[in-house]
């Protein structure tokens, strides 16, 4: 089975432009989570959606959006990039959004996309 | 407020047995994740734990006490391999949906 995917792996845009990351979960999975980590930080929550839904969202301002297809797939939109932008975008699935514990909330992550703000 | 302190850099000899300690506060604790990061890759699960005590898998252990707010992360035979990040995150369930939050990670580096 495949993994969590993310396209495109790598990317570079000047300041004021726009950007669309994407991300497609594990294959059963309905929610994703996606993450910011800048150089030498941890990864920062952004938001999470489950079941085409917004569950939850980061302190990130509202350039940052998103969205989840009926596929369980998902979009990251930012927009008038700015160079502190810069960074690994993670996205995260799992089979549940909800607040169980144990394992139907783990996170599986892809390998990211390195966006590069000139 | 929600926090998550680890130490920024170790180093270790190679075959050795290094502790990586991790201290938290959230207001919505709902269990613990160690991750491991290479640079520019994406984080792999290590570790979780939800109640009190010791994980051990392989090489790898992890502890957690949840009324001191305090996890650490047990390497033991230490290969070059495992040069990398290790982060420690809590899963937080304030809000009504679980969302992780990491550390800044704790950069490894293993000698000869």
């Known amino acids: 089975d495949a993994g969590v995917t993310q396209s495109p792996t790598h990317l570079i845009k000047t300041r004021g432009q726009h950007v669309t990351l994407r991300c497609s979960p594990i294959s059963g999975h309905k929610s994703v989570s996606w993450y910011q980590q800048v150089l030498g930080q941890g990864p920062q929550f952004i938001f999470q959606?489950?079941?085409?839904?917004?569950?939850g969202r980061g302190n990130f301002p509202d350039r940052f959006s998103a969205r989840q297809f009926p596929n369980y797939s998902s979009e990251l939109n930012v927009n008038a990039l700015l160079l502190g932008d810069s960074a690994l975008y993670l996205c995260a699935s799992s089979l549940a959004g909800g607040g169980a514990s144990g394992t139907d909330n783990e996170q599986f992550f892809g390998p990211g996309t390195r966006l590069t703000v000139l | 407020g929600q926090n998550i302190d680890q130490p920024t850099e170790m180093t270790a000899t190679e075959g050795a047995i290094v502790q990586i300690n991790c201290t938290y506060q959230?207001?919505?604790?709902?269990?613990l994740f160690w991750y491991q990061q290479h640079a520019g890759e994406a984080p792999t699960f290590l570790s979780y734990n939800v109640l009190d005590g010791l994980e051990e898998k392989g090489r790898f252990s992890s502890f957690l006490s949840r009324s001191k707010g305090y996890s650490y992360l047990l390497l033991k035979e230490l290969q070059m391999k495992d040069s990398a990040s290790y982060l420690c995150a809590v899963r937080d369930i304030s809000g009504g949906y679980n969302k992780l939050i990491f550390g800044a990670g704790t950069r490894l580096a293993v000698h000869p």
């Open positions: 959606y489950y079941e085409k839904e917004e569950r």
């Open positions: 959230t207001s919505g604790f709902n269990g």
